[in-house]
């Protein structure tokens, strides 16, 4: 308890004063549990816009010819097309999958899973939320500079993305736009980062060794770790690149480029070198997304099985496995690329390895079901939903992590499939089972359970009725980002699939309005929530909804046993809460 | 209470997840066994190892997706909550060594068997005499440089080049070896024999992908990458652009011409006459 140790070495705080005013509580809040919300309710501006995008892809993909309102000239143009694929990449990877689970609920359980009163640097943990809300701002605003919105996809390639306008519209303020956007944002993820491996190590209540820690907290700290190696990369990189567009440095630009009949005044630098800083962010990224999912997956299939997880030394090991692997994989973004092929290669054994870890999670989801007593509670379904998902979404890729099979897949729809699957819809199942678990606690009311289990309906068959075809239309040559399919033959023929994509995305969209009424009605209408609704286990259970400020009230915690103490042998009860005394735990008559 | 109780107690939710689990499995297994979607057949050795390897993949895929969705389903309908006590475990040891390991040697396994079909058509170099073909690609069009009748490509020099003026790969002027090169925009190649492509780009990165031939190139400027490959089916097939290269594209395409040896001999001799 190093950070108490220079007041005095008290473990007891007399309770903390919350702060009056509406701006210090509300907006420059330096509680993690506000701050938490805060990127939670960006996660959900972002998400919104990041769909609305997706529709009007799917739209175009299929009536390319419809005139819309809103888009200047009726028709949506190619370079529409592309501007929408770069943004609803960006804005639902950074601003959605990397902020909810871990801006979002990290911020706001970590902290209290582990007993301590807040982050380890409130202050810190402020900037960061608002260094990432600025970040948002410019990608939003890259839509309404002149150009337009950036048009190199979400990996942003040199040198499309690093020579100007004169690569096609969007490439020069947009593009300026879509860099400063995800340095800053790579600037306040690592200030996150910090805190949350510094929280993790330092602000342990006592008794909450590492193996008592929730799967949750195993999750976010890995994904911490992940963020705080990969996010000063792509910094760096993104640094680079701006360099390269406006003070004619040629970090990533080769002599002798003619655009238009042009020649580039550059020499020297490697398109490789873009896609090797990025890809090193852009895998580890991937389980930045998921990471945080699965722990909350764990969590939940404990809680609504009323058993301790499954091997949970071992769920513990395979996060640090596959947060370690992550950083060794990235080259299998680029086989296809020029990247010398005994590389691939061993990109390739490596990622084949990766699915190992994510095996033995699967295996042991299953052996926490097994014999257990499952109660299907709208976490539950969520959860459930996500380990299908990521089964579903993580066998894909063992196609894709071999090299001589890539030559056929890459760059098609079985990409996006397997992407959309498995850190995409998978992540969101993750998300939407923290939110319908934790609301109670965040918001002090209940959600409405009929509407999340129809919410579940919706979003569970939706999403396979999208991304399953895909792999189909990917493994029959659709080619991905493609804005119109008509000058290539043997696209024609999938045009049906798509029809069949679009509908059930249009279905499974608005089906998230459905979760969204229930959100903002049960804020204010929902039934008040009591300390334990779910009768679980961990920390955030035995304070109130919503917690004070200080999380506990002025008492710390002290914690007897591991997070997933469920039917217990011999107890009185079928969940064990973590700060329970063993002598006070009650037995069964 | 009474709400707490029905919730909890019913089998309709647990049976309908279960049911749409199935349902997933069987359609999904339907449509990857019906072969509708399948890729056009392979036209070179090299795509055939693929495909093979591709079908050892599938078949552990598919193994795994299906005892894995349907376990889920059963555990899903088995344990559901109907009055019964959970059983208290921590986990097996045993259990975690046995599929650790059983994963370790299925899917490293599997990566390490993916290599001879790469080794095949990247490790190696053409065979000399293999017929040279330089594809310069830029935003959004395919060229094809044969070397002409003198065996020599000549040099280029990007100042020189001018789309507009029909010199699009800047093909040096005072260079004699580049007098006779010749400049198509679809790729005619003959039938079973080899050919070695070098694949370049002007200005962003493109790709060269042709699906019949399972050959996927990104091409990237500042490099020049080899790829070799002998089709063995007379026939045309489409070339396309599958890295992101700008707003034209989707409308980046050419066509591969494989031919018989006279047509090809045919070819040459109407491009010679017409760089003349």
């Known amino acids: ?589 | 209470m009474r709400i707490r109780k029905r919730a909890s107690g019913s089998a309709a939710t647990p049976a309908v997840l279960s049911l749409l689990l199935v349902i997933l499995v069987a359609v999904t297994v339907y449509v990857f066994a019906s072969g509708a979607y399948a890729p056009p057949p392979a036209i070179t050795s090299v795509g055939h190892a693929i495909d093979h390897q591709y079908d050892l993949t599938l078949a552990v895929v598919a193994t795994v997706f299906i005892l894995s969705q349907l376990g889920l389903a059963f555990a899903i309908f088995r344990f559901r909550d109907h009055g019964q006590k959970a059983h208290y475990t921590r986990g097996n040891n045993t259990m975690e060594v046995v599929w650790t390991t059983a994963t370790v040697i299925l899917f490293v396994g599997l990566g390490l068997m993916g290599r001879k079909a790469w080794a095949e058509m990247r490790f190696t170099e053409a065979a000399p005499g293999a017929i040279p073909v330089e594809v310069t690609e830029n935003q959004f069009v395919f060229n094809f440089r044969y070397p002409g009748p003198d065996g020599k490509f000549g040099r280029l020099d990007a100042k020189q080049i001018s789309a507009s003026t029909g010199n699009p790969l800047g093909i040096d002027q005072n260079d004699a070896a580049g007098k006779d090169d010749i400049v198509v925009p679809t790729l005619t190649v003959p039938v079973n024999h080899e050919v070695q492509l070098m694949i370049r780009s002007q200005d962003v990165i493109h790709n060269f992908f042709v699906r019949e031939l399972r050959l996927q190139q990104d091409a990237t400027p500042g490099m020049v990458v080899p790829l070799h490959f002998t089709a063995d089916t007379i026939g045309q097939y489409e070339i396309v652009c599958t890295q992101l290269c700008g707003l034209g594209h989707s409308r980046m395409h050419s066509y591969l011409n494989v031919v018989s040896d006279a047509d090809y001999a045919a070819f040459l001799k109407q491009q010679e006459a017409a760089a003349q």
Request: hydrophobic share 50%.
């Open chain 1, 1 to 589: 308890m190093s950070s108490h140790a220079h007041t005095g070495g008290s473990a007891v705080h007399a309770p903390m004063a919350e702060p009056s005013g509406f701006i210090r509580k509300y907006i420059f809040s330096v509680d993690h549990k506000v701050i938490g919300i805060q990127y939670f309710l960006l996660a959900l501006t972002a998400v919104v816009i990041g769909i609305v995008l997706s529709m009007l892809m799917r739209f175009h993909l299929v009536w390319p010819n419809a005139t819309l309102p809103f888009v200047s000239g009726g028709q949506m143009s190619q370079e529409q097309y592309l501007a929408l694929v770069t943004m609803h990449g960006t804005i639902m990877v950074f601003f959605v999958l990397t902020t909810a689970p871990q801006g979002g609920f990290g911020n706001y359980f970590l902290p209290i899973q582990i007993g301590a009163p807040d982050m380890a640097f409130p202050r810190l943990n402020m900037l960061s939320f608002w260094v990432t809300f600025l970040a948002f701002v410019c990608i939003v605003a890259a839509f309404f500079v002149p150009g337009g919105a950036p048009i190199s996809g979400w990996t942003g390639y040199t040198p499309l993305s690093g020579l100007g306008e004169i690569t096609g519209p969007g490439e020069g303020w947009g593009q300026t736009m879509w860099i400063a956007s995800i340095s800053l944002f790579c600037l306040a993820s690592l200030l996150g980062a910090l805190n949350f491996i510094a929280t993790t190590i330092d602000l342990r209540a006592p008794g909450m060794t590492l193996m008592r820690m929730p799967l949750t907290v195993w999750g976010w700290l890995v994904t911490a770790v992940l963020g705080l190696l990969a996010f000063g990369v792509l910094l760096a990189a993104g640094i680079l690149l701006l360099l390269d567009r406006s003070a004619g440095t040629s970090f990533f630009l080769p002599a002798g480029l003619v655009v238009n009949d042009q020649i580039q005044a550059h020499s020297g630098g490697s398109p490789l070198l873009w896609q090797h800083l990025f890809w090193f962010f852009g895998h580890p990224e991937v389980y930045i997304a998921i990471l945080p999912g699965m722990g909350v997956a764990s969590h939940v299939l404990s809680t609504f099985s009323r058993k301790p997880v499954f091997g949970y030394r071992a769920m513990a090991y395979a996060i640090c496995t596959i947060g370690f692997l992550g950083f060794m994989v990235w080259g299998h973004h680029m086989f296809l690329s020029g990247m010398s092929p005994y590389s691939g290669f061993t990109f390739s054994v490596l990622t084949m390895a990766i699915g190992v870890p994510s095996a033995i999670k699967t295996f042991n989801w299953l052996g926490t079901l097994w014999g257990g007593k499952i109660q299907f509670k709208s976490p539950m379904l969520f959860a459930l939903g996500f380990v299908s998902l990521f089964v579903s979404g993580g066998l894909s890729g063992l196609f894709l992590a071999q090299p001589a099979v890539d030559n056929l897949l890459h760059a098609t729809y079985y990409v996006v499939a397997h992407f959309h699957l498995v850190m995409g819809v998978a992540a969101i199942f993750g998300i939407f089972a923290a939110t319908y678990f934790w609301f109670p606690k965040m918001f002090g009311r209940m959600m409405n359970e009929p509407l999340a289990k129809l919410h579940f309906w919706f979003t569970f068959v939706g999403a396979y009725c999208i991304f399953m075809p895909m792999h189909f239309v990917g493994l029959a040559g659709g080619i991905r980002r493609y804005a119109d399919p008509s000058a290539v033959g043997f696209l024609a023929r999938l045009q049906p699939v798509h029809e069949f994509m679009t509908i059930a995305a249009f279905i499974t969209g608005a089906a998230q309005l459905i979760f969204l009424f229930n959100f903002f009605y049960s804020l204010k209408f929902g039934p008040k929530a009591t300390k334990n609704p779910w009768n679980a286990t961990t920390l955030e259970w035995t304070t109130d909804s919503p917690p004070p400020i200080d999380n506990f009230g002025g008492h710390y915690p002290s914690v007897y046993r591991g997070p997933y103490e469920f039917s217990v042998p011999g107890a009185a009860e079928d969940f064990i809460p973590q700060n329970i005394e063993p002598a006070q735990v009650a037995r069964a008559k």
